[in-house]
């Protein structure tokens, strides 16, 4: 498949509310979208098929979207599950491989995502956002500011190895997000494995496609001079369960075994877990080889590895100096 020049990510806060599962099912959800300077509110409603109301959204699925909206945008009629995974990860070579007429665990949880958003719909009404925002259309009228269908209008052919976009049909996320200009447009040398990142030591994998993007979603926000900043944390988990970069792609500290060790020094029990901490280090690892790309191409000045303590657990990282950003909001 061609790969385009550039993909896109949706960042507007009903995207965001979706992914981290911050929303109410069935029930009208008001969100403030504005400033303490301009309020101003966007209310949505999801109607989610009960066999996925548990399962739920993740920042896997916000990634999906945003791949099937570049084809979206550049008018591809017919998609296969290997087209996306090559939008994922802007790699024309990016292949779902498979044993014995078997599909691949991989292009399991694609399709099986795409099955859930085809089948959730969404009623977004932002018109108080037209109105305080003045949006208008070519005539000078304001625009209807509601958007409502499936989360990816899509018809699955071919027993899953393809799909075709219904016809006249939008994303409706994304036709809110293009109206009040919150999709950022990605070049994909920031994206691809080739050119500015092609010294990266490991493959993209899921795990790999989303820090990418998180990363790149972040460093955009740190590079608007209307957010006024000068140095960034990112920050891989916190305190809280879902706090840090870590729970957005589904790593959780318990989810690993704890272990009790011994000190030599002191003969004190603590319990600790392993698995997290080279977790931790693994996940660190990657987003450097990321970040040191980034900094030989100009897009950051500068970074530096946040510990508790100068022995201790990396826990994220902070951005030193400018941002210049390369993705300008559609």
Same mark, same amino acid.
Request: charged letters at 30%; a neutral charge; aromatic letters at 8%.
């Given at each position: 498949m061609w790969?385009?020049?550039?993909?896109?990510?949706?960042?507007?806060?009903?995207?965001q509310e979706i992914y981290k599962n911050y929303y109410q099912e069935d029930r009208l959800n008001t969100i403030s979208v504005g400033t303490a300077h301009r309020p101003m509110n966007c209310s949505y409603m999801l109607e989610i098929p009960e066999e996925y109301r548990?399962?739920?959204?993740?920042?896997?699925?916000?990634?999906?979207?945003?791949a099937i909206y570049t084809l979206y945008k550049y008018e591809q009629s017919r998609i296969t599950p290997g087209d996306i995974l090559q939008i994922m990860t802007m790699d024309e070579k990016a292949r779902f491989y498979y044993t014995k007429g078997t599909v691949q665990k991989r292009e399991k949880r694609l399709r099986e995502s795409?099955?859930?958003?085809?089948?959730?719909?969404?009623?977004?009404?932002?018109?108080?956002?037209?109105?305080?925002?003045?949006?208008?259309?070519?005539?000078?009228?304001?625009?209807e500011g509601l958007a409502g269908g499936a989360l990816l209008p899509l018809e699955e052919a071919e027993e899953g190895k393809a799909y075709y976009f219904q016809e006249g049909r939008a994303l409706p996320v994304y036709q809110y997000a293009e109206t009040i200009r919150q999709i950022i447009r990605v070049p994909k040398e920031l994206i691809s494995p080739y050119g500015?990142?092609?010294?990266?030591?490991?493959?993209?994998?899921?795990e790999v496609i989303q820090l990418k993007r998180i990363l790149i979603q972040r460093l955009e926000i740190m590079g608007n001079t209307r957010n006024n900043t000068n140095g960034q944390r990112i920050r891989y988990y916190g305190n809280g369960k879902e706090d840090g970069i870590l729970p957005l792609i589904g790593i959780r500290k318990e989810n690993f075994s704890m272990e009790s060790t011994v000190s030599a020094k002191t003969g004190r029990e603590? /319990? *600790?877990?392993?698995?997290?901490?080279?977790?931790?280090?693994?996940?660190?690892?990657?987003?450097?080889? !990321? %970040?040191?790309?980034?900094?030989?191409?100009?897009? /950051? *000045?500068?970074?530096?590895?946040?510990?508790?303590?100068?022995?201790?657990?990396?826990?994220?990282?902070? !951005? %030193?100096?400018?941002?210049?950003?390369?993705?300008?909001?559609?």
């Open positions: 790969i385009p020049e550039n993909t896109y990510i949706n960042i507007c806060k009903v995207a548990a399962q739920g959204f993740s920042y896997y699925d916000n990634v999906v979207c945003d795409l099955k859930k958003l085809m089948n959730t719909r969404i009623v977004i009404d932002f018109r108080e956002e037209v109105r305080l925002r003045e949006l208008i259309d070519e005539s000078g009228n304001l625009l500015v990142l092609e010294k990266l030591e490991f493959s993209s994998t899921d603590k /319990i *600790e877990s392993r698995g997290w901490k080279n977790k931790v280090h693994d996940v660190d690892k990657k987003v450097c080889q !990321i %970040l040191d790309a980034y900094k030989e191409c100009g897009y /950051i *000045e500068d970074y530096t590895q946040l510990r508790n303590g100068a022995r201790g657990l990396v826990r994220g990282i902070e !951005i %030193l100096g400018k941002v210049n950003r390369f993705s300008p909001r559609t």
